[in-house]
């Protein structure tokens, strides 16, 4: 070929490659200053029933680039947002609160929804009645000095559900952009682990509409545990590997991956609480040994089989429980007599945060913070960590270990898609490697004509 043809050539695949790196970045949505700036998102979700055990002015808000009010519910009457009487004043002073010790920090306000309510279900499938909804948060949020909007529903159960959830987010997206208002709210989503509903090896159930999320979200929540609130037998609740089953957060996150959602729009949930049983022989002790019943209720949470890890620092501060860290699965349990313990150890706190930025993801947000220890010992570990600060001391004493060498998730199975090795690191910058390396096969092989 002449040179004008290679020059034409050269000029076409910048041109691509251009309009390529631009699509990628498109996917990513929001800039990083409205994110929070170059560390991405380190978030929490600050639970207002908790107020009166930790009111907003002690949270340490220098651990956190993004804070959620969590949370406030559907008015079935009206479809506008029901605010509790005792939370009024609460949800007004939240934002000016925490952001008077880090100004740059950004409040969201989460409207939750139990798979259970029908209200919700009828709201998302009512044109006008999700116009009302919209409508009333925005309004609410503009009132009271939040930066964004977070809708936790658990879960939509139907195809239906799905499809009108995705119809949700594409006209609250729509109506956020017609605002007047100098700057534009954050949008997103807190959602199960997986991109499709109940994902188990005997269950089956619908697929979130991942093009809506992908296009009208800044980013999405994944609850990458409560895995086994119920069952007979002990278990990891919130393994990040498991070579067994498809519960845990390197599948859940891979699943989002592989259906098409970038890793800078996903977010991994870390809980700081541990799930509880009683063991039915104290000498079986190990996940998957029998149990006979829930652990005991306990204060913080209130419920039975639910511990905080304020509650479960005092039991590790016993000589006679033994803590295990098991390295294959990430995950770190404890038996205190009868009692065992499935809970996120600062140590497995760190794992998780290092797969999340090893796997690309924009960060992670730790559920609830109320219920960490008053050194606030698994936040300042998270952040460290994130931020490339390794925290040297743990929590607790050290626990025995088993081997190490994480698994790999199985593959993902009905609309979770195989799972690529890839697309746990894939980044914006992945586009522009994909795309040099074609470019260059290409002219390889057409110099060689």
Same mark, same amino acid.
């Given at each position: 070929?002449?040179?004008?043809?290679?020059?034409?050539?050269?000029?076409?695949?910048?041109?691509?490659?251009?309009?390529?790196?631009?699509?990628?970045?498109?996917?990513?949505?929001?800039?990083?200053?409205?994110?929070?700036?170059?560390?991405?998102?380190?978030?929490? %979700?600050?639970?207002?029933?908790?107020?009166?055990?930790?009111?907003?002015?002690?949270? *340490?808000?220098?651990?956190?680039?993004?804070?959620?009010?969590?949370?406030?519910?559907?008015?079935?009457?009206?479809?506008?947002?029901?605010?509790?009487?005792?939370?009024?004043?609460?949800?007004?002073?939240?934002?000016?609160?925490?952001?008077?010790?880090?100004?740059?920090?950004?409040?969201?306000?989460?409207?939750?929804?139990?798979g259970r309510q029908t209200s919700f279900s009828a709201?998302?499938?009512?044109?006008?009645?999700?116009?009302? %909804?919209?409508?009333?948060?925005?309004?609410?949020?503009?009132?009271?000095?939040?930066?964004?909007? !977070?809708?936790?529903?658990?879960?939509?159960?139907?195809?239906?559900?799905?499809?009108?959830?995705?119809?949700?987010?594409? /006209?609250?997206?729509?109506? =956020?952009?017609?605002?007047?208002?100098?700057?534009?709210?954050?949008?997103?989503?807190?959602?199960?682990?997986?991109?499709?509903?109940?994902?188990?090896?005997?269950?089956?159930?619908?697929?979130?509409?991942?093009?809506?999320?992908?296009?009208?979200? *800044?980013?999405?929540?994944?609850?990458?545990?409560?895995?086994?609130?119920?069952?007979?037998?002990?278990?990891?609740?919130?393994?990040?590997?498991?070579?067994?089953?498809?519960?845990?957060?390197?599948?859940?996150?891979?699943?989002?991956?592989?259906?098409? =959602?970038?890793?800078?729009?996903?977010?991994?949930?870390?809980?700081?609480?541990?799930?509880?049983?009683?063991?039915?022989?104290?000498?079986?002790?190990?996940?998957?040994?029998?149990?006979?019943?829930?652990?005991?209720?306990?204060?913080?949470?209130?419920?039975?089989?639910?511990?905080?890890?304020?509650?479960? /620092?005092?039991?590790?501060?016993?000589?006679?429980?033994?803590?295990?860290? !098991?390295?294959?699965?990430?995950?770190?349990?404890?038996?205190?007599?009868?009692?065992?313990?499935?809970?996120?150890?600062?140590?497995?706190?760190?794992?998780?945060?290092?797969?999340?930025?090893?796997?690309?993801?924009?960060?992670?947000?730790?559920?609830?913070?109320?219920?960490? *220890?008053?050194? $606030?010992?698994?936040?300042?570990?998270?952040?460290?960590?994130?931020?490339?600060?390794?925290?040297?001391?743990?929590?607790?004493?050290?626990?025995?270990r088993l081997p190490e060498g994480g698994a790999p998730?199985?593959?993902?199975?009905?609309?979770?898609?195989?799972?690529?090795?890839?697309?746990? $690191?894939?980044?914006?910058?992945?586009?522009?490697?994909?795309?040099?390396?074609?470019?260059?096969?290409?002219?390889?092989?057409?110099?060689?004509?």
């Amino acid at each position: 070929m002449g040179q004008t043809t290679l020059s034409s050539l050269f000029t076409f695949l910048l041109i691509f490659s251009i309009f390529h790196n631009s699509r990628c970045q498109k996917q990513c949505g929001v800039s990083d200053d409205r994110r929070g700036g170059p560390s991405r998102v380190r978030a929490g %979700f600050w639970f207002s029933q908790y107020s009166l055990h930790s009111p907003a002015p002690t949270i *340490d808000t220098s651990l956190y680039t993004h804070l959620y009010y969590y949370s406030l519910s559907l008015d079935g009457a009206n479809s506008g947002i029901a605010v509790p009487p005792d939370q009024i004043a609460v949800l007004c002073n939240f934002s000016g609160t925490v952001k008077s010790s880090n100004p740059a920090l950004k409040t969201l306000l989460s409207v939750a929804a139990d798979g259970r309510q029908t209200s919700f279900s009828a709201m998302a499938a009512d044109a006008s009645l999700r116009a009302a %909804f919209i409508a009333s948060t925005l309004e609410l949020a503009r009132a009271n000095r939040f930066d964004g909007l !977070d809708l936790a529903w658990q879960f939509p159960s139907s195809p239906a559900d799905m499809a009108n959830l995705g119809l949700l987010l594409e /006209e609250w997206r729509a109506r =956020i952009g017609e605002e007047a208002a100098p700057s534009t709210l954050l949008l997103t989503i807190t959602a199960y682990f997986s991109n499709h509903l109940f994902d188990g090896p005997t269950t089956d159930g619908p697929d979130y509409p991942t093009d809506a999320i992908s296009s009208s979200l *800044d980013w999405i929540n994944i609850l990458c545990f409560g895995f086994h609130r119920n069952g007979n037998a002990t278990a990891n609740d919130a393994a990040l590997f498991d070579r067994t089953s498809h519960f845990s957060a390197s599948y859940g996150v891979t699943s989002w991956l592989d259906a098409g =959602i970038p890793p800078c729009k996903v977010v991994m949930g870390v809980p700081l609480y541990g799930r509880s049983w009683f063991l039915k022989n104290k000498s079986k002790n190990e996940p998957g040994d029998p149990v006979v019943a829930e652990g005991p209720r306990q204060k913080m949470s209130n419920q039975s089989g639910v511990i905080a890890y304020l509650e479960i /620092e005092g039991f590790l501060k016993d000589p006679g429980t033994k803590s295990v860290y !098991d390295g294959r699965t990430a995950t770190s349990y404890l038996q205190s007599g009868d009692l065992w313990v499935s809970y996120d150890s600062p140590q497995v706190v760190e794992g998780k945060v290092r797969f999340a930025r090893r796997s690309g993801l924009l960060g992670y947000f730790l559920w609830p913070i109320s219920f960490d *220890d008053s050194n $606030r010992t698994v936040s300042k570990r998270a952040s460290g960590v994130w931020l490339g600060e390794r925290e040297s001391q743990g929590g607790g004493r050290e626990e025995e270990r088993l081997p190490e060498g994480g698994a790999p998730p199985p593959a993902a199975a009905g609309g979770g898609g195989a799972v690529s090795a890839s697309a746990q $690191r894939l980044s914006v910058t992945g586009c522009r490697v994909v795309l040099v390396c074609g470019l260059l096969c290409f002219l390889s092989g057409w110099l060689w004509v």
